[in-house]
T-cell receptor, first 114, second 116 residues
């Protein structure tokens, strides 16, 4: 059973461009979470999704950031008009249905904004 | 809002010795979960151990154990017989037990160095 897959592993964008980060949850997992890790910091929650639904987006910046988890295909975290402050590692985690299950993390995508 | 504090930015231990990493948290909830995650240089987040708040018994996983003091809101991690492969960042995390509130709240981490 493959783990949580994230791609790309490294992404370089210039200021003003768009960044798309992809996350494929573990097989059978219907819950996806996105976290951001700034340098020298712990992970900060961004958004929690189930298939076709955003459950909790309390950690998402109000502008430029969006997330989706369609019925088919990976979850996408989209950052429009990136700025240097968006440079960070973005981690996706998934869990099976149910509130009390462990979150399994992907390897992360390191975004660098030039 | 819940907060998690790790007061030790860095710790070091000699190989085969024991080290304890500290974590405190702030919450008004009675039902919650606590976790320790390890992040090696590869940056992969690996679950080390978890503790349910309703359980009085401290969790143990091989060389890793916790000291959970609910009244003091303290959740320390003890690593026994430290190995070189234990060198990593260690993050303490909190999760509410309520349904729909599944986000993890992380501390800033403790960097553990293991000296041969």
């Amino acid at each position: 059973n493959a783990g949580v897959m994230q791609n790309p592993r490294h992404l370089v964008r210039r200021r003003g461009q768009e960044a798309r980060l992809r996350c494929s949850p573990m097989k059978g997992h219907s819950h996806v979470y996105w976290y951001r890790q700034l340098p020298e910091e712990g992970l900060k929650f961004m958004v929690y999704l189930q298939k076709e639904n955003i459950i909790d987006e309390s950690g998402m910046p109000k502008e430029r950031f969006s997330a989706e988890f369609p019925k088919e295909g990976p979850s996408i975290l989209r950052i429009q008009q990136v700025v240097r402050g968006d440079s960070a590692a973005y981690f996706c985690a998934s869990s099976p249905q149910g509130s009390y299950n462990e979150q399994f993390f992907g390897p992360g995508t390191r975004l660098t904004v030039l | 809002a819940q907060t998690v504090t790790q007061s030790q930015p860095e710790m070091s231990v000699q190989e085969a010795e024991t080290v304890t990493l500290s974590c405190t948290y702030d919450t008004s909830e009675s039902d919650y979960y606590l976790f320790w995650y390890k992040q090696p240089p590869s940056r992969q987040m690996i679950l080390v151990i978890r503790q349910e708040a309703y359980k009085q018994q401290n969790a143990t996983e091989n060389r890793f154990s916790v000291n959970f003091q609910k009244a003091a809101k303290s959740f320390s991690l003890k690593i026994s017989d430290s190995q070189l492969g234990d060198a990593a960042m260690y993050f303490c995390a909190y999760r509410s037990g309520g349904s729909g509130s599944e986000k993890l709240v992380f501390g800033k981490g403790t960097k553990l160095t293991v000296n041969p």
